[in-house]
């Protein structure tokens, strides 16, 4: 390098030059961000983006500093007021969770530490170790067991797979690569499962064509008949059955899959049993589904999102692993530059990277641990607890309407409904429940958002919301069936053959 004495006579860093104009503008922020929390159910559930504002997002790179201030002013005008609305009390689209203020300030605590939570003797190390003791606590896990905290249910569900498959192979995966003793390495699920556990297996290798989609009941609970014969005709096959997956929650209707029943096929084959209950699993806490729910405690492995429904802002999942020793000997890596010493900076809990795909990572704990401290795990069951009985109220409200119809019987937080006319075919009725989506949302009156259940349509409420209240549900079916009334189909249509 030439120059150096040059370049350093000036030497540049990218803190503040005028700090008390800084903190200013950050308490200003603070007051802007309480007043948006507070007042968010006066706001409409979404907006859309104007056309200037995406052109505004797509300009180049800065390349000349610009003043804190005018990009504060910036991110008011073009960012702020278009977010997706999972804060809004009528928000209900997807699953996604609703965040809390304490959650925001936890956020802006752990950028201001800003640890890399992968390895070394720091605070941010032992956080994460409590909650995840305080994980297997709410699900009454063994505290044997070992977890890692990553972005979400995807990560948290393919992270247990790679255990699964590396225990299950009977080989040493991580050197030979994947290759079954005999045939194909199988897993199996229901035709409701999640799609990342598709996609899960298709980047582990296994292939989509060695997942087993068991058919469903008119509850959208696997067929455990239909599971027990693929297994026995992948045996005959010579394949590999190596893994079940049972749903706590499935993401279109919230099925809870009979996991007492996967567990004990589970153990008859000799085959790991994984839980993806993304939300669903923190029903666990709620006396109606502690039984239902037993079976997670047995479990080789469980994955759940604390920013579904323990409404921690984004991202956090958290996958939890029986055997701890099989989970850490699918990541463990030695490399020079990671080991552990007995004092120092280098000494420390086992490194996080030992246990998941990542190396680098956040301080996902810190709002989680907060949160918790702030409410108690008592008042998020009771959350959650009350969720399910607003879904079970939007249920009643749908069952009293001649022009609403709920396409599956409610068993947990979501509820699959559409609205109806007499004299339309299931096409027409497909296309008109589509409009009233898009009109609620785009009204900012409230955003489900919609699946297809055998062919139909449905308008889909995921409650993941501490915000919503009763009457937010009541305004949900007055304006669906206001908007329903007033939609012209055409009435002219040749009759399915
Ligand atoms: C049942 C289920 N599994 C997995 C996922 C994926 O979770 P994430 O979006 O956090 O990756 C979801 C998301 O809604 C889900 O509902």
């Not at 979400?152 to 569900?157: L, T």
């Not at 499962?193 to 989509?208: D, L, N, R």
């Not at 996902?364 to 009985?389: C, D, F, P, T």
């Amino acid at each position: 390098m030439q120059n150096i004495e040059e370049i350093l006579s000036d030497e540049i860093s990218l803190d503040p030059d005028d700090w008390e104009s800084f903190r200013k503008l950050g308490h200003h922020m603070i007051d802007d961000m309480m007043d948006h929390l507070r007042n968010i159910r006066s706001e409409p559930s979404w907006r859309k983006i104007p056309e200037g504002t995406k052109k505004f997002l797509k300009g180049g790179i800065p390349q000349m500093p610009e003043s804190i201030a005018e990009i504060y002013d910036e991110f008011k005008k073009h960012i702020f007021p278009y977010p997706s609305g999972n804060m809004h009390p009528r928000f209900w689209a997807w699953v996604q969770g609703t965040g809390t203020p304490f959650g925001v300030l936890a956020e802006m605590l752990a950028a201001t530490m800003n640890p890399n939570t992968a390895i070394g003797e720091h605070s941010a190390m032992y956080v994460e170790q409590q909650v995840l003791d305080w994980c297997k606590e709410m699900l009454n896990y063994p505290m044997t067991s070992s977890g890692i905290l990553v972005s979400g249910g995807s990560m948290a569900n393919i992270t247990a797979l790679v255990v699964a498959r590396n225990h299950q192979s009977g080989r040493n995966v991580r050197k030979e690569g994947v290759r079954a003793a005999n045939g194909r390495m199988v897993l199996y699920c229901s035709t409701e499962t999640h799609s990342c556990i598709e996609k899960a297996a298709e980047v582990m290798g296994i292939g989509s064509d060695s997942v087993r989609k068991i058919g469903v009941d008119e509850n959208y609970r696997i067929r455990l008949t239909e599971l027990a014969a693929a297994i026995e005709s992948d045996i005959a096959a010579c394949n590999t059955p190596f893994c079940v997956v049972g749903n706590a929650g499935t993401v279109n209707t919230g099925a809870i899959d009979p996991l007492d029943d996967l567990l004990s096929i589970s153990r008859k084959y000799n085959l790991w049993f994984h839980i993806d209950g993304a939300f669903g699993a923190l029903a666990k806490m709620v006396p109606e589904y502690k039984h239902s729910l037993k079976a997670i405690e047995e479990a080789d492995s469980v994955a759940f999102d604390l920013h579904k429904w323990m409404y921690m802002p984004f991202e956090v999942g958290c996958v939890l692993i029986k055997n701890a020793g099989a989970h850490r000997k699918a990541f463990a890596v030695e490399a020079n530059y990671l080991l552990n010493h007995e004092g120092g900076l280098a000494a420390g809990p086992d490194p996080m990277g030992n246990y998941g795909l990542e190396l680098s990572r956040g301080f996902k704990a810190l709002k989680v641990w907060m949160s918790l401290k702030e409410h108690g795990i008592q008042k998020y069951a009771s959350a959650i607890r009350q969720n399910i009985a607003q879904a079970f109220y939007l249920g009643e409200l749908i069952g009293k309407e001649k022009n609403l119809e709920l396409l599956t019987p409610v068993s947990m937080n979501v509820v699959c409904f559409r609205y109806r006319r007499d004299g339309l075919f299931t096409e027409q009725l497909n296309r008109l429940n589509k409009e009233i989506v898009m009109a609620l949302q785009e009204r900012g009156i409230a955003s489900p958002s919609s699946t297809i259940l055998g062919g139909r349509y449905a308008i889909r409420v995921a409650n993941t919301n501490h915000r919503s209240r009763k009457e937010d549900f009541e305004v949900l079916i007055r304006e669906t069936i206001r908007i329903g009334d007033g939609l012209q189909i055409q009435q002219k249509v040749v009759p399915p053959h």
